[in-house]
C-alpha cells in the first residue's frame, strides 16, 4: 500500500507499536485522576500539573535530543528512551507522595523527548515523498489509539486491581519495543548525509522559517485544546454524567480511539490527494480541521444527555485529529534531511511549551473557580486561532517554497 519495500513495512510496524505505547504510557495518567486525587488529597490544579511537569521536561529535553538526533543513529536514540520511559512509567507506580509522582512523570518526559524527535523523520525517510502524509496520518494514529487505551486500561485496571497495577502493566511492553528497536538500520538518505557537520546553530535558520514556525504555532494551539481535554474529559463524565472511572475510561477511550482513526487516516488521504491538485494541501486540510472541530466541542459541554455529549466528543475528535499527518509530512517538506530531527526537536519544544504543558493545569485552575464544564469550552473556543496559523502557514508556504504559484 505505501512502498513494496518489505523492511520499510517492518520500521513502519515496529515504530507504530512505540508510539502506541508511548501514549498509552503517558494517558494511563488521567484515568486515574479520580483515584489519585482521593489517594493523594490532591486539588485539581494539582493533578493538572502532573501532566504539566511530564510536559515541560518533555520540550525541554527535546532540543538536546534533536541535536544528537541528527548525528547518530536514529533507531538507537528510540529504543534507548523508550525503554527509559517504561522504567519511570513503572517508577510512578510505586510513588507515594505528590512530590515523587512529579519527580517519576518528569522523568517519563525525558523519555518520550528521546523518542518524539527522531522517529518521524527517521520513518518519513523510509517512504517516497507522495506516500508521506499517508504513512504519518498512520503513525500520528497512535496518538488517539495509544490514548484510548491508556484511558481503557487506566480505567479498568485501577478500578480492580489500583491505579499503581495500572501503570506496572503497561509498561513492560515498551521495554520489550525499545530493545527491538535498537537493531533497525538507518536509513540511506541520512547515511548520504552523513559527513555534512551539525550545529547547534543550525536551530537559528528553522527560527528564520516562517513556515516552519507557523506549523509549529499551529501545532501547539491544537496541542493545548487536545491536551487539556485528554486530561479533563474521563473526569468531566465522572462529575457530569455520575459515571464511574472505569466507565469513563471506558467510553471516552473507546470513542477517541474511533474519531482519532477516521480522523487521522481521512486527513493523509485528503491530503494526499489533493496534494495532486494544489500544494498548498497539506494546510487546506490543517485549517479545515480546526474550524470544523470547533462547533461539536461547544455541544459537549451543552449536551444534556450521555450519548449526545459522547457523539459530539467524537466528531470533535474526528476533525481535530485530521491535520496530524499533514502537519508532520510538510515538516520533512520543509526542512534539509540533516536538521529533520532538530526541526522536530523544535516543534516538540514550541507545541509543549504553548500547548498542553500548560494547559491541563490552566483548565484544572479555571474548573477550581468556574466549574469544569467553562474550561472545556474555553478550550475549545482556542482552536479558532489554529485556524487562522494554518491558513497564514499556507500563504507563507506558497511565498516561500512555491512563488510560481503566487
Request: charged share 15%; net charge positive.
Amino acid at each position: 500500500m505505501f512502498t513494496n519495500n518489505p523492511y520499510a513495512k517492518k520500521v513502519l510496524l515496529l515504530i507504530f507499536c512505540v508510539s502506541l505505547f508511548n501514549y498509552i504510557d503517558r494517558q494511563v495518567l488521567y484515568a486515574v485522576f479520580p483515584l489519585i486525587k482521593k489517594e493523594l488529597f490532591l486539588t485539581d490544579t494539582q493533578l493538572g500539573f502532573l501532566a504539566s511537569s511530564f510536559m515541560i521536561v518533555y520540550m525541554c529535553f527535546a532540543p538536546l535530543v534533536g541535536y544528537f538526533g541528527d548525528k547518530y543513529k536514529r533507531s538507537s536514540i528510540i529504543g534507548i528512551s523508550a525503554i527509559f520511559w517504561s522504567v519511570a512509567t513503572i517508577f510512578t507506580g510505586l510513588t507515594k507522595t505528590y512530590p515523587q509522582m512529579l519527580f517519576t512523570r518528569s522523568a517519563v518526559g525525558v523519555g518520550e523527548a528521546g523518542y518524539g524527535t527522531v522517529s518521524p523523520s527517521y520513518l518519513a525517510e523510509w517512504f517516497p515523498i507522495d506516500k508521506r502524509a499517508r504513512v504519518m496520518a498512520l503513525y500520528a494514529l497512535a496518538i488517539p489509539v495509544g490514548s484510548a487505551i491508556g484511558y481503557l486500561l487506566g480505567g479498568v485496571l485501577g478500578q480492580r486491581f489500583g491505579w499503581r497495577a495500572a501503570f506496572y502493566i503497561v509498561a513492560a511492553p515498551g521495554i520489550l519495543l525499545g530493545i527491538s528497536t535498537m537493531f533497525l538500520r538507518e536509513t540511506d538518505e541520512k547515511k548520504a548525509r552523513k559527513s555534512e557537520r551539525i550545529k547547534v546553530s543550525q536551530y537559528k535558520d528553522l527560527f528564520k522559517n516562517r513556515t516552519f514556525m507557523l506549523i509549529a504555532f499551529t501545532q501547539a494551539i491544537g496541542t493545548f485544546s487536545v491536551g487539556g481535554l485528554a486530561a479533563w474529559m474521563p473526569s468531566f463524565f465522572v462529575r457530569e454524567f455520575g459515571l464511574s472511572v472505569a466507565r469513563a475510561g471506558l467510553y471516552f477511550g473507546a470513542v477517541t480511539v474511533l474519531a482519532g482513526i477516521a480522523g487521522s487516516l481521512s486527513g493523509g488521504w485528503i491530503a494526499d490527494w489533493l496534494h495532486k491538485k494544489t500544494k498548498r494541501s497539506y494546510f487546506i486540510v490543517g485549517y479545515l480541521s480546526f474550524f470544523l472541530s470547533m462547533p461539536f466541542g461547544v455541544m459537549i459541554v451543552l449536551s444534556n444527555s450521555l450519548p449526545m455529549a459522547l457523539a459530539m466528543v467524537f466528531m470533535t475528535e474526528f476533525f481535530i485529529f485530521m491535520h496530524s499527518g499533514p502537519y508532520h509530512a510538510a515538516i520533512v517538506e520543509i526542512t534539509p534531511v540533516n536538521m529533520r530531527s532538530m526541526a522536530f526537536a523544535l516543534d516538540i519544544f514550541i507545541l509543549h511549551a504553548f500547548g498542553d504543558a500548560i494547559s491541563p493545569t490552566i483548565l484544572g485552575m479555571v474548573s477550581d473557580v468556574s466549574g469544569l464544564g467553562v474550561a472545556i469550552f474555553l478550550a475549545v473556543m482556542f482552536l479558532f486561532f489554529g485556524g487562522v496559523t494554518s491558513i497564514l502557514g499556507g500563504w507563507c508556504y506558497k511565498r516561500d517554497f512555491h512563488p510560481e504559484l503566487a
